[in-house]
């Protein structure tokens, strides 16, 4: 009953704020209306860096702890990691266009990382299709996520290290959270598109974790019941040829 | 509204993708509910299995 409230509750914030971002904020005076894809470009990489961030965490706890709930949370990290990355990026595309006058440009440092960060999702998604034994996967998987996550903090720091098309943050850093360098009513659509969005996410993760556990329960009984899902699989393209 | 394309494409996408993966995460939970049923009946109809 909880997770069905919070789905509908993120369903109404997300129609809500995007509305209000879309219909009720003034336009940008240089960007234009294009400033508007920034809400929900912005609040999909926010979520990119939870999930991933999340995945490596739940990897983490699996290593100490070898309890296969973590593994499940992190999967779901890296499902949606990937999902609201590739969001992240198409959005940036989408407002790039009209307002730098290309679509991508492989010399911007946050651009770059940012592709080197949805490439190491999908790697991690695939290496889990490789590995039959949980366990085994897990461990694997685990790393592979910890590695991921190196790359959250250089896609966030890369506009500050290096010089790119990306501007400066507007309100990421310490200093700029009390005086953004944008106007209030920005701010106020961008933070209910942010609020919106991690209310979605949350239902998501909830949703993406229960058929975790269930994809692991129907696994287990495949291999309790004396054969793989593997092999239950070569031999239904057995029986299919 | 100026860069209308650009708009709907950014928006279309992001949300429309949001929705459609809820709905696909949706039916992939209902397939894996009703074969974890499926399995729970199995093995309380014989214990042995």
Redesign the interface.
Known sequence: MGTRLL?ILALVA?VGA?AFG?FVVK?DLNQ???Q??MY??VA?AWLAYLSFGVTALAGLAYLVRRDLRFDAVAVSGAELGV?FT??AI??GM??G??VWGVFWSWGDPRLTTTALLLALGIGYLLLRRLIDDPARRATRAAVAGLIAAVDIPIVHFSVEWWRGLHQGPTIGSPDKILNPSAPGMFVAALMFQLLAFSL?WG??ML??Y??AR??W??EE?GRL?GISAAQRAARSGEVAT | ????G??I???G???G??AL??MA??R??RA??S??DR?RRA?GADPL?
């Open positions: 789905g997300i995007s879309l336009a234009g209306d294009a508007r894809i929900v470009h999909s999902m590739a969001f198409w959005g989408m407002w266009r009209p979605a239902w998501l949703r993406r229960q058929l269930l994809e329960l129907i009984e019941g | 509204m100026t860069d209308l650009f708009i494409a950014g928006y996408v992001i949300l993708g949001l993966y809820a995460l949706m992939r939970l894996a509910r074969e974890a399995i093995v299995e």
